[in-house]
Structures are given as structure tokens and as C-alpha cells.
């Protein structure tokens, strides 16, 4: 009963919580699209969320992040992930998101008038893409892609892909490897309710690319993984 309601609070909170931001998020982004005013709301948005299941991330940094931007790159365990990576990491965060994303009402407006990076998948453009993380950037924001490609229906990390190593190499954008625990049991794919528990976050030193070309993106890519798969046995 306890997990049932937590998960009915969480969504009604979320749901409104997102009714209220899109039509702020548009007007913001057509006066100024790098207004911090956006990543303001984002950031409340995103505290919404937990909020509703009382959770409050433990979050640890090897180094720290100076100014600019970066490829944050991670495990995907739960929907919940991207709140708590825009809420733990210093610079605000723009994701990578399915072209069909942009047809879902409310939701769809919502990541378009906050400048979230458009993949067509059918076609996919490294040009276009990197074009938009060059805009990105430009903003003061960073990106962050789930190598895996989707959330993990086991626990257990997936292998990786190489897209966003090529895209920071592309871009000369540092790397900087996160590791995720406890949003899987608090939501995993497919299921209904949400169980409160804890969460942990542990962000990586940032990865110089500068110099690297396409050739080194297999060899980064798993150097981020293995970071992060010694930080979640850890």
C-alpha cells in the first residue's frame, strides 16, 4: 500500500509538475534559449519527481568539474536517472532524445523548447547531431548519452555503443563517466510501482579527448565502461 501511494503522489506531482513547466519552458526559450532561467525550471521540475518518493541522491565526485562542457556518459537503470543526473551534475544537462519523443503532447513540446538533442534514429546524422551539441555548449550546458541505448532489464550493465565517445571526440569534449545505483530497484523498466530506497551517484574525473580521433573512440568507450563498471562493484 505504501509503495502504491508513494507512486501515486509521484506521479500527480510529476504530471503537474510538467503541466506547469512546458508553457514556461516555451516562453523562456523564445526570448532566450540559453536564459539559466530554463535550467532553473528544469531543476525544479526534476525535484519534483523525487520529492514525491522522498529520495535524496548520495552523490561523490573523484575531481573536481571545472566550467564548460562535457559527454557525461552512464548506465541506464530507470526513468528516474536523468533527474538525478540533472540535479547532481554542475553543469545543466541535455539529453539525447528519439525523434518520436517530439509528437508526444506536452512532453514533446516540452524537451523541443528546452533544446534536448533530436536523434532520428531511421537516419541518424552525426553532422546533425554534433551541430546541436555545438549549440549546446555554446549555452553553457553539457550532454549526457546512455551508451547502453536503453534501460537495463537485469541490473546488470550492458555493453556499450560507440556514439557518444565519437560525438566527444568529433567535438573535442571531455568524457566524464558516472556510475548509478539504486534507481533500478526503486523503478525498474516495466514495472508499476515505485519502491523508495536509496540512490548513489559517483562521477568519474573527466576524460581529455583533445588529440584523439575516430580511431580511439573503441578504446575510450571502454574505458569509460570499465570505470564504471569497478565503481558500481565498488
Given at each position: 500500500m505504501?509503495?502504491f501511494?508513494?507512486t501515486?503522489?509521484?506521479?500527480?506531482l510529476?504530471?503537474?509538475a510538467t503541466?506547469?513547466?512546458?508553457?514556461?519552458?516555451?516562453?523562456?526559450?523564445?526570448?532566450?534559449?540559453a536564459?539559466?532561467?530554463?535550467?532553473?525550471?528544469?531543476?525544479?521540475w526534476?525535484?519534483?519527481?523525487l520529492?514525491?518518493l522522498?529520495?535524496?541522491?548520495?552523490?561523490?565526485?573523484?575531481?573536481?568539474?571545472?566550467p564548460g562542457g562535457y559527454?557525461?556518459?552512464g548506465?541506464?537503470?530507470?526513468?528516474?536517472?536523468?533527474?538525478c543526473h540533472?540535479l547532481?551534475?554542475?553543469s545543466?544537462?541535455?539529453f539525447l532524445?528519439?525523434k518520436?519523443?517530439y509528437s508526444v503532447?506536452v512532453?514533446?513540446?516540452?524537451?523541443?523548447?528546452?533544446?534536448?538533442?533530436?536523434?532520428?534514429r531511421?537516419?541518424?546524422?552525426m553532422?546533425?547531431?554534433?551541430?546541436q551539441?555545438?549549440?549546446?555548449?555554446?549555452?553553457?550546458?553539457?550532454i549526457?548519452?546512455y551508451?547502453?541505448?536503453?534501460?537495463?532489464?537485469?541490473?546488470e550493465?550492458?555493453?556499450?555503443?560507440?556514439?557518444a565517445?565519437?560525438i566527444?571526440?568529433?567535438?573535442?569534449?571531455?568524457?566524464?563517466?558516472?556510475?548509478?545505483?539504486?534507481?533500478?530497484?526503486?523503478?525498474p523498466?516495466?514495472?508499476?510501482l515505485?519502491?523508495?530506497?536509496?540512490?548513489h551517484?559517483?562521477?568519474?574525473?573527466?576524460?581529455?579527448?583533445?588529440?584523439?580521433?575516430?580511431?580511439?573512440?573503441?578504446?575510450?568507450?571502454?574505458r569509460?565502461?570499465?570505470?564504471?563498471e569497478?565503481?558500481?562493484?565498488?
Open positions: 505504501i509503495a501511494l508513494r501515486v503522489l509521484t506521479l500527480v510529476a504530471g503537474l503541466l506547469a513547466a512546458t508553457p514556461a519552458f516555451i516562453i523562456v526559450a523564445s526570448r532566450n534559449p536564459s539559466p532561467t530554463m535550467d532553473r525550471i528544469a531543476a525544479m526534476a525535484k519534483v519527481w520529492l514525491g522522498g529520495i535524496h541522491p548520495e552523490v561523490r565526485f573523484d575531481a573536481t568539474i571545472p559527454v557525461v556518459v548506465n541506464h537503470e530507470s526513468n528516474l536517472d536523468p533527474m540533472y547532481a551534475f554542475p545543466p544537462l541535455r532524445a528519439k518520436e519523443l503532447p512532453f514533446g513540446w516540452a524537451i523541443r523548447a528546452t533544446g534536448m538533442i533530436e536523434v532520428d531511421s537516419k541518424p546524422s553532422d546533425a547531431i554534433n551541430a551539441v555545438a549549440e549546446t555548449v555554446a549555452r553553457g550546458r553539457s549526457i548519452v551508451p547502453e541505448g536503453h534501460r537495463t532489464t537485469t541490473g550493465l550492458g555493453p556499450f555503443k560507440k556514439g565517445f565519437v566527444a571526440i568529433q567535438t573535442g569534449l571531455p568524457i566524464v563517466p558516472v556510475a548509478t545505483q539504486g534507481t533500478y530497484e526503486i523503478w523498466p516495466g514495472a508499476k515505485m519502491h523508495p530506497g536509496p540512490i551517484l559517483h562521477f568519474g574525473e573527466p576524460i581529455p579527448t583533445t588529440g584523439m580521433t575516430l580511431d580511439d573512440a573503441e578504446s575510450l568507450k571502454e569509460a565502461r570499465e570505470w564504471i569497478s565503481a558500481l562493484r565498488a
